[in-house]
């Protein structure tokens, strides 16, 4: 949390997080780039998987108190993890961020459902395949943990109303299918995050899945770290990003990651 509060808290007159993207996303094929984690030091990682784990063993005793608790620590955990592979000399954009955290939560939307067996639906558009079902859009959007849900419920925490038709983006998500423009947050040019919610969502997830899986193995919960993340993040930066439009980019990410095809090598790690 000391992490969390350093890169996007208001303790600095000149805070690290800002709301000025080094450039616009371009209207092409994503590219995936190496995980981002990469950039951490072996040293370093392995230093927070002992310390995850340590602190898995006192959380266990402390569920039945509380359900959520792993959930809780797991999100707190993989939004340090980010920060540190996300922050560069001028800190970490919190545009990137939320959409970095949005298309990881769609994405888990679709990652868990398939690691409990639930049934997901393919539809091929243009040569590429993608994933429909309710497994995938109540985590996403419907049920009361869902990203849009939580993401909508902290806007409002903070008094911003939040008006965002969740529905249009759905419906321009599909729209968009096989093209070139899919995936491509709609968002004020100096708002646009540093990197595709695609490139994002490939790079991270296969780094990130160990570790969500020592916190739980219950697929059901995998959106619900996402969505209490991006629940700090919204908190953190509401001093550089109105909460409503933090919303807008959460699910600009979110929607498109959900419906992704994963390929066997990343759908095998569930």
């Known amino acids: 949390m000391k992490l969390i509060q350093r890169l996007f808290g208001k303790t600095k007159p000149d805070p690290k997080v800002t709301s000025k993207p080094k450039g616009p996303a371009k209207a092409k094929k994503p590219k995936v780039k190496a995980p981002a984690p990469a ?37 707190t955990e993989m939004l340090n993890r ?14 990137s961020m939320l959409t970095a955290l949005g298309a990881l939560g769609g994405f888990a939307c679709q990652m868990g459902a398939r690691a ?30 869902s990203i849009f849900s939580m993401a909508k419920a902290a806007a ?21 299918m096989g093209t070139n423009t899919y995936g ?15 490139n994002y969502a490939r790079a991270l997830w296969p780094v990130l899945v160990p570790t969500i899986k020592l916190f ?3 697929g059901h919960e995998w959106p619900i770290i996402f969505a209490y993340a991006i629940q700090q993040v919204m908190k953190q930066s509401k001093d550089v990003l109105p909460p ?19 390929g066997p090598d990343v759908a095998a790690l569930i």
């Open 39 to 75: 950039n951490v030091p072996a040293t370093e990682v392995q230093e927070m998987d002992a310390q995850a784990q340590a602190l898995i063993k006192t959380l266990e005793a402390r569920r039945a108190n509380d359900p959520m608790i792993m959930v809780k620590a797991c999100a």
């Open 82 to 95: 980010l920060i540190l592979s996300m922050r560069d000399k001028r800190g970490v954009q919190a545009e």
């Open 116 to 145: 409990n067996a639930e049934p997901v639906e393919p539809r091929t558009v243009q040569g590429k395949t993608y994933f429909f079902g309710p497994a995938i859009n109540k985590p996403l959007a419907e049920n009361a943990t």
């Open 156 to 176: 409002e925490a903070m008094g911003t109303p939040v008006s965002i038709d969740a529905q249009e983006i759905f419906k321009h998500t599909i729209d968009t």
């Open 184 to 198: 491509i947050p709609r968002l004020p040019e100096k708002n646009k995050p540093r990197d595709l919610p695609e």
């Open 216 to 218: 739980t193995k219950d």
């Open 244 to 262: 409503a439009l933090a919303v807008t980019i959460v699910m600009e990410a979110a929607v498109p990651c959900s419906k992704l095809d994963p």
